[in-house]
């Protein structure tokens, strides 16, 4: 069952059985014996990906929900002690500035997980690419997802010491004419998302020259640091450049709209244990951090 679950959801034998660390050629004939058992065909294969047919997803989401009842049933033997492979994603910098810090009191708490975590600025499809949820900034749309929100992160703009010396520090918007940014692409639309200014109880929005676009956040600061232009972000990234004088904040009586962070999981899945104490957790410390 637990095969099946993340052959469907991955799209693919390899991968499944890579998450279950099991040779792709056990994973083939296992759902193979499967089918033959059942009596039906649960996949339809093909040279790029993997699908249920339709007993195949009845079958998927009743083993769904008897994997977690199990789950259930097993830490509750246990004392409550929750086992198992957690795959999360993060963007980077929130994870080194909320996550890392307090995970080694977490995993002491919880000695039978391990956890795997993805970093990057990408859109990550949840269940086809095996995570069990995962931490984002923005505002969230996904029909397919609940979202739990943990709290608002404040944001700021950025620039370097030079780039400011260069150009100089404007201190209303009027003084942005002349300026630059770093554009930043956004991974859903593809588009340069402007700059945000919040001017009493309005928010206004401007799209400065930039002469280089990045997906990154990691490029993003990066450029910042070499004088590049202008950069929006949540304070908490920038927060020891700001210490060690390598960005200065740049307006802070208008600063963008605070940025929501959320953990997001599907709807269709049954809230394991493993991912019940994970985003307890998240709440309980990282929450009153942002």
């Given at each position: ?43 339809q294969r093909t040279t790029r990906q993997v699908t249920p047919t339709l007993e195949g997803e009845v079958y ?26 957690l795959r999360i994603d993060v963007h980077g910098p929130m994870a080194r500035t909320f996550l890392l810090p ?29 995570y069990d949820c995962v931490i984002r900034a923005g505002e969230t749309a996904d029909s397919d997802m609940i ?144």
């Amino acid at each position: 069952m637990r095969l099946l679950v993340r052959v469907v959801e991955r799209q693919s034998f390899s991968a499944a059985a890579s998450d279950l660390g099991l040779p792709r050629s056990s994973a083939t004939t296992a759902i193979k014996r499967l089918e033959e058992r059942l009596g039906v065909r649960l996949l339809q294969r093909t040279t790029r990906q993997v699908t249920p047919t339709l007993e195949g997803e009845v079958y998927y989401r009743r083993c769904k929900a008897i994997l977690a009842e199990i789950e259930d049933a097993e830490a509750a033997l246990a004392g409550g002690e929750v086992r198992g492979l957690l795959r999360i994603d993060v963007h980077g910098p929130m994870a080194r500035t909320f996550l890392l810090p307090g995970l080694p009191a977490f995993l002491e708490r919880h000695p039978g997980l391990t956890l795997h975590i993805g970093e990057g600025d990408r859109f990550v499809d949840i269940v086809r690419e095996g995570y069990d949820c995962v931490i984002r900034a923005g505002e969230t749309a996904d029909s397919d997802m609940i979202v739990r929100r943990l709290g608002l992160a404040h944001e700021g703009t950025f620039a370097s010491p030079a780039y400011l010396a260069r150009r100089g520090a404007p201190r209303t918007l009027d003084d942005l004419q002349g300026h630059e940014m770093i554009g930043f692409a956004s991974s859903r639309t593809g588009q340069v998302l402007p700059l945000e200014f919040t001017v009493g109880a309005e928010l206004r929005t401007l799209t400065l020259p930039a002469r280089i676009t990045v997906t990154s956040s990691d490029t993003y600061a990066a450029l910042a640091r070499l004088g590049f232009g202008l950069i929006q972000a949540p304070r908490y990234h920038y927060a020891r450049d700001v210490a060690a004088g390598t960005l200065a904040e740049v307006l802070p009586d208008h600063p963008p709209s605070p940025t929501p962070i959320s953990v997001l999981y599907p709807k269709s899945r049954q809230l394991s244990p493993r991912v019940r104490v994970f985003i307890d957790w998240l709440v309980e410390t990282v929450a009153p951090r942002l």
